[in-house]
């Protein structure tokens, strides 16, 4: 059973630079100003050898429509957790909130530990924190890793593994596990085969959902997850942090993560709306598959071109959903004008797979999910040498290369793939500078054709073939 550990406060208490303190990694947002954390975020967090997961919620404020949200979202953390991290501020000591938090926290009935954060130097409130209920507080600096042995004493009962036997055991099967992927990776084309057709659909698939402000990017991944895991609403700005969830959709593995909206680069001048950006664009470019969201009352104007092509150029996957379609009237119309602007202005990718869907309602869902799933496939192709270098001389017979200074076309030597992820093939020349971008895009395009991996980013590495008779000594005459 996993081992949650929920961080529970007030506003600009610490609770995201702990969060990425536990998980070893800058997932959360952290400023100065107070509520930039709004939606919960889960990480995989270890502490002195002993793993669990930790929970970042939102800091608690004063009434309001917003907090209220909010506060149901930390709701639902405290619910599934095993013990509660309560985190007060030790410069600034006891506050009303920290107060009718602690009151809150009483009536959950789950484990609670007092954490003191910002105790770098002497504590002059510190004593204020045992009317809390909670008993001594617990004195760290998340910003420094000061105090972590004595948070690791507290949260000892609860994280460490009763069985220890069981946890290497389970290191070693994923040890394990992972020499067999190296090894499949390394092996011939017969048992690359193999893996992309029989141990794909194993694989967790990395799927980001990316879009202008307000499209309704939380709305739709709340919709596919079947709960309202997002916080949603007609305000734009509302997501900040990218939220990862790890999902199931057909006996398909996905890790899910909505970001926040990306609004033109000139518009963005808001210290924490620059750290959105920067968090969204980290996610987008270490996907697999984006979703790009469009609103059917603006399709595809300037700023989503921007993030269609910043993504395609990252190597990633695209999909292309447009959302709100219950709500367009003349939607043949509207989809020729989606089909034009694809066609005239993504010129590098041919056949990106658009799918019309109503985040409100679920109307197309199902046919997004297969194209998602489907683009993946494309996405991990592996082609035999063989069969490329049979097409590779059927294109150069059709249309030769350009004539080099010699007046001969410019020799290709053979082809091979080398690597997926998107598909990548090394083309090996003798004059691999003298070969025009324009001959380029004729194979890219004829790749994609001829082997249906249209919809993904395709690229052909120029290499220098090895001359046989390079350095080599010239006989003896005798």
């Not at 082997?451 to 980013?457: A, D, K, Q, S």
């Amino acid at each position: 059973m996993t081992v949650i550990i929920s961080l529970v406060g007030r506003t600009n208490v610490g609770k995201s630079t702990l969060f990425n303190r536990l998980t070893g990694r800058k997932k959360a947002l952290v400023h100065d100003r107070p509520g930039v954390t709004r939606d919960r975020r889960e990480g995989n967090a270890n502490l002195y050898g002993c793993p669990f997961t930790v929970v970042d919620t939102a800091g608690l404020e004063n009434a309001g429509e917003l907090a209220d949200a909010m506060w149901k979202q930390t709701q639902k953390a405290l619910c599934v957790s095993t013990a509660v991290l309560f985190m007060v501020d030790a410069r600034s000591g006891l506050t009303p909130l920290d107060k009718k938090t602690a009151q809150t926290l009483r009536k959950t009935g789950k484990p609670v530990i007092l954490v003191a954060n910002k105790a770098e130097g002497k504590i002059q409130f510190e004593h204020d924190f045992y009317s809390l209920g909670f008993g001594e507080p617990i004195l760290i600096s998340a910003e420094h890793g000061l105090g972590m042995g004595d948070l690791f004493e507290a949260l000892a009962p609860y994280i460490r593994s009763e069985n220890p036997e069981n946890s290497q055991q389970e290191q070693a099967d994923i040890t394990d596990k992972r020499k067999r992927n190296r090894k499949n990776e390394n092996g011939n084309e017969a048992e690359a085969d193999c893996l992309n057709t029989e141990n794909l659909k194993e694989r967790i698939i990395d799927l980001t959902v990316v879009g202008r402000p307000n499209v309704g990017k939380s709305t739709l991944v709340n919709r596919l997850i079947g709960e309202n895991r997002m916080l949603t609403g007609p305000m734009a700005g509302l997501t900040r942090d990218a939220i990862s969830i790890d999902w199931t959709y057909g006996n398909r593995k996905l890790r899910l993560t909505d970001t926040a909206g990306l609004r033109r680069h000139a518009k963005v001048w808001d210290d924490i709306e620059k750290l959105s950006v920067a968090d969204t664009k980290r996610a987008a470019f270490l996907a697999q598959v984006v979703i790009l969201v469009l609103d059917a009352d603006a399709i595809l104007d300037k700023q989503d071109l921007t993030i269609a092509r910043q993504v395609l150029e990252e190597g990633r996957a695209l999909v292309i959903a447009v959302n709100k379609w219950d709500t367009v009237q003349n939607k043949k119309q509207a989809l020729e004008i989606l089909n034009d602007r694809i066609s005239t202005s993504l010129t590098q990718v041919k056949g990106i797979k658009t799918i019309t869907v109503s985040a409100k309602t679920g109307e197309g869902l199902d046919r997004l999910m297969k194209a998602v799933f489907d683009v993946y496939d494309i996405w991990n192709a592996r082609i035999p040498t063989g069969r490329l270098n049979r097409w590779l001389m059927k294109m150069t017979e059709m249309t030769p290369p350009p004539l080099s200074a010699t007046k001969r076309p410019i020799p290709l030597k053979y082809m091979t793939q080398a690597k997926t992820r998107p598909p990548t093939f090394a083309l090996f020349s003798s004059n691999p500078e003298k070969l025009p971008e324009s001959y380029l895009r004729y194979l890219i395009k004829g790749l994609a054709q001829d082997f249906n991996i249209e919809g993904v980013p395709v690229r052909i590495l120029m290499r220098k073939a090895k001359n046989p008779y390079e350095n080599k000594s010239k006989p003896h005459k005798k």
